[in-house]
């Protein structure tokens, strides 16, 4: 069965590094989100993105975080000058964009901001 | 803004028990409902997804149930397995393409 694979699994940095995390979406999907969570705490919504421009962004979703499909396959999550508070298992995800498509998710990037 | 609550925060049940995951959420006005499996470290498994429209659905031992009006969905699952243990989350999809999520059930089956 075709998946959302991420990478890298783990990702960890000094806080005000740049981190790029990495997402190839299922090949037919047309959807694409990005979602995190807080060690105990509830799946957020960040983002999603549709015909390669963001469709609709969550309040924590500001100038400090960016995404991108460079390339047709690839959908990528930049955040700049991490904070600590960012440390979190950030998902992607995709549909295939009928109102019944299940969202599918990758197995997430913990990211750790030291 | 949307909020889903999960009850209970956890549950453990004996092997082949039969159990239900409750659900609320406080805006009605909903495109979809979706169940979700976690196991620990890893990503989220879709379980099941019920359309606005529909009242229930089932895949296998699990079957979900939606209740728009009153804001609730239970997901049943029948004679309950170890391997079951994971948890349960729920998903309403208030705007097209965003979802809001409870804080799951954790699930232990013990054999």
């Known amino acids: 069965e075709p998946e959302v694979t991420q990478t890298p699994s783990h990702q960890v940095t000094q806080m005000g590094q740049e981190v790029i995390l990495r997402c190839v979406p299922i090949s037919n999907h047309l959807y694409f989100y990005w979602y995190r969570q807080i060690l105990g705490q509830k799946v957020e919504f960040l983002v999603s993105?549709?015909?390669?421009?963001?469709?609709?962004k969550s309040e924590i979703f500001d100038d400090q975080f960016s995404v991108e499909r460079p390339d047709g396959s690839n959908f990528t999550l930049k955040i700049r000058s991490t904070k600590l508070e960012d440390s979190a298992m950030y998902f992607c995800a995709s549909t295939g964009g009928s109102y019944n498509s299940p969202l599918h998710f990758g197995n997430g990037t913990r990211l750790t901001v030291t | 803004k949307q909020e889903v609550t999960q009850i209970p925060a956890a549950l453990s049940v004996p092997e082949g028990e039969n159990l239900v995951l409750n659900c609320s959420f406080t805006?009605?006005?909903?495109?979809?409902l979706q169940w979700f499996r976690q196991d620990p470290g890893k990503g989220l498994t879709s379980l099941l997804l019920i359309q606005s429209s529909q009242r229930e659905q089932t895949s296998g031992r699990l079957n979900a149930s939606l209740d728009k009006s009153s804001g609730r969905s239970t997901l049943y699952i029948a004679a309950s397995q170890p391997g079951d243990s994971a948890t349960y989350l729920c998903a309403v999809e208030k705007n097209f393409n965003k979802f809001y999520f409870g804080s799951g059930t954790k699930l232990n089956v013990k054999p």
């Open positions: 993105f549709y015909n390669n421009e963001i469709s609709e």
């Open positions: 805006d009605s006005a909903i495109y979809n």
